[in-house]
């Protein structure tokens, strides 16, 4: 795989870099906007290999309509950099639901009628209980630098060992930090008693309680019915969702410097298709996954999370915590970290690494 000395970045992440680009587009307008790379139609259900001059075709399931902001922004560019350092070894065509889903994608790779997919942790029923380090609250509002720090600790043989049994691991992925929005401003703990707040994850619900808040499960498509009527009086979410489901019309005031966790996730490649791979192919593969993908990813979406706050601006206004408050909050996430640590195998050394990685990283920047 890729770039195996540590946190710096891989030689080819720059290859197409987003903050280079005129200017940040408003965001509901690239939430529209259809990606690069044309879909060809779902006919194209076998890859060709073998014989002079052919070409293997490597379907990679997304989960994702084609003109999602993370399939413009993130995985479209990915296979524009995979399909470029292949040099027609293979093609990487991206193929969006109903080839496969969130819940279906792991047992569509590693079945084969998908080559590669993009897996969410959390919706596929088959738990890696220790990537979920990221998701454990307030450690870093960095996908990027998460996303380096989680790659490190799979390389030090530290997290779950299912990783490299079922399929190839590419990489890792991420989405942005999610952060507190609410109808009322928020400036202390004692702001939050009694309000209804929509989480999602074990661990933001289990903060929120112990700020003093109660949390509240709705499926995002009616939270925000759920905010204009009173129902719930906040959420947790990304600044990128505020933008893409207009919750900036039914919140006012959002928390900057405190995050909630992140949802780990991964790219992966049905082992049969890797190992029909040429030499070269896989050599190709390798210049821009592993390390180098994971960090690609990880900024990728770091860069959403900041071109998206054009969308709070006159709308959302952010607040910082005083340092004393924010120590409260930290405070507030001691349960869920000392929960997670205490069910999780060597739970204790992978919360250490991480950290220690994600410090490093961020100093190196």
Known sequence: MADRQGPQRGAGQSVRHHGSREGPM??????????????????????????AGAQTVLRMATALPENHLYMNEVYTPFIERANEAAA?????QPFPPPFATNTNMLDRVVSGVADIGIIQMPAIGVPFPRTDVIGLPNLTSSSEAAMAALWG?????????ALSE???????????????????????AADLQGRRIRITGRATSDVIEALGGAPTSISITEVYQALDRGVVEGLTTAINAVA???????????????????????????????????????????EVTGLDLSVFIGRAMDEIDTESRQVLVGAVEMTDLSPEELAIWQAATEPAIRNWVEST?????????????????????
């Open 26 to 51: 408003n965001v509901t307008t690239r939430l529209g906007r259809f990606g690069a790379c044309a879909l060809t139609a779902l006919s194209l259900m076998t890859a060709t290999t073998g014989g």
């Open 88 to 92: 027609g070894q293979f093609t990487i």
């Open 153 to 161: 600790l799979y390389e030090d043989g530290m997290l779950d060992a």
């Open 166 to 188: 079922q399929f190839v691991l590419l990489g890792f992925v991420t989405a942005t930090a999610p952060r507190l929005f609410t109808r009322f401003p928020v400036h202390a």
């Open 244 to 286: 893409a489901f207009h919750f900036n019309e039914v919140v006012s005031y959002g928390v900057e410097n405190f995050a909630f966790g992140l949802v780990p996730g991964a790219v992966i490649m049905n082992r049969q298709s890797y190992d029909r791979l040429t030499d070269e192919g896989r050599a190709a593969l390798a």
């Open 345 to 365: 195998d060597n739970g204790a050394a992978i919360l250490d690494s991480y950290r220690e990685r994600v410090a490093a990283y961020r100093r190196a920047e």
